[in-house]
């Protein structure tokens, strides 16, 4: 991480100020007031592990004010830091066995927002299993789709599959993906309707059924049925397989049943994946909605937080897709009660990063 400050004047170590908040953020702090606190409790041993030089004449070490922990935050590289943590996620637990698969996805940080200035938006690559890779801002005049290509250009996407929502359905990604060695799953809706006419009109009805899934859960009964057909003559760059997606939905309290289908194209080759990893990946690409943008707003307070000042509020969501990252890593379901386990014991947001 680039240090941005004057060397006239430094006191403490900048990645020890940086350490601090990511350690602070792993056992709870949901702002800069709570990283601050989280520091200033903390026992002598632990500042000495993350960084911080005692004084040459009581031999204390004086933990930095909140004040200087909003500054230096006010200032860090929100994308030079994202990058750090996508690295070093990677780099703390082995891949696990199999494909990997990429979820793709934006968010806007409500609370950002001012008079004179558009709330931040951040798009964000998750591993299906939830350790975020990498995450940019998108520009305030423009949308995802100009930021999808750098967002992915410093992760490993060879025999990848990546996953995203309509948006991303544009023939420069397709294009992009096969030239990083990656395979893609992108739906069609009415937004490209001269693809998702053309899918539609393929001979579902005469395509056997690759996999159905029931499911019990939420106060609803739900049915997913997938079907996969080879071709050679859609339009789209790369794209060897067209899917049919029904799902059908039953509320348990109202009765009230509705049938939605979904179509995509994806250019694996017929063979390379079955009907149920299929499935999966469709499914499980809206993880990143529940594992890290859901979590970031009710566990973080994220779209309440009113930290504007300068790049703050772009800069607090990495300290968050850290902290979400190592404990999902660490086995942890539920990021509120691994919170709540590292809060008890400043060593253990340390151990967790590997400083203790």
Not at 141 to 157: M, Q, V, Y
Not at 220 to 227: A, D, G, Q, S, V
Not at 276 to 301: K, M, P
């Amino acid at each position: 991480m680039p240090d941005p400050r004057a060397r006239r004047g430094i006191r403490y170590p900048w990645t020890a100020l940086l350490t601090a908040a990511a350690a602070a953020v792993l056992a709870g702090a949901a702002s800069v007031t709570a990283i601050g606190e989280w520091v200033a409790d903390a026992p002598q041993r632990v500042l000495a592990l993350l960084g911080f030089r005692p004084d040459p004449l009581t031999g204390l070490i004086r933990p930095p004010h909140a004040t200087t922990v909003r500054l230096v935050l006010a200032v860090a590289d929100g994308d030079a830091l994202d990058r750090a943590i996508g690295a070093f996620l990677q780099e703390r637990k082995a891949p696990a066995p199999g494909r990997k698969v990429i979820a793709v996805d934006g968010k806007t940080l409500r609370g950002s927002r001012t008079v004179s200035r558009t709330a931040t938006a951040l798009i964000a690559a998750m591993t299906h299993s939830g350790e975020v890779l990498a995450q940019r801002q998108i520009d305030s005049k423009s949308n995802e789709i100009p930021a999808f290509a750098p967002l992915l250009d410093g992760i490993d996407l060879t025999g990848a599959v990546v996953t995203a929502d309509a948006l991303h359905t544009q023939h420069a990604h397709a294009a992009y993906l096969h030239e990083r060695g990656a395979h893609y799953l992108a739906v069609a809706k009415r937004n490209h309707p001269g693809l998702h006419e053309r899918l539609r009109r393929l001979p579902w009805r005469e395509i056997r059924l690759d996999h159905i899934q029931r499911t019990r859960a939420h106060h609803r009964h739900e049915i997913r049925r997938l079907k996969t057909a080879a071709f050679t003559h859609i339009d789209y760059p790369y794209a060897r397989q067209a899917l049919q997606v029904v799902r059908w939905r039953r509320d348990l309290g109202t009765g009230k049943l509705t049938i939605e289908r979904i179509y995509l194209v994806t250019s694996l080759p017929p063979g390379a994946a079955d009907g149920s990893e299929l499935a999966a990946w469709i499914r499980g690409h809206w993880r990143i909605e529940n594992q890290l943008h859901h979590v970031r707003d009710r566990t973080f307070h994220e779209d309440a937080s009113k930290i504007r000042t300068h790049h703050l509020p772009r800069v607090m969501a990495g300290p968050r897709n850290l902290a979400i990252g190592v404990h999902r890593q660490d086995g942890h379901t539920n990021i509120a009660a691994a919170l709540r386990r590292t809060a008890r014991d400043h060593l253990r947001p340390l151990t967790a990063l590997g400083l203790a």
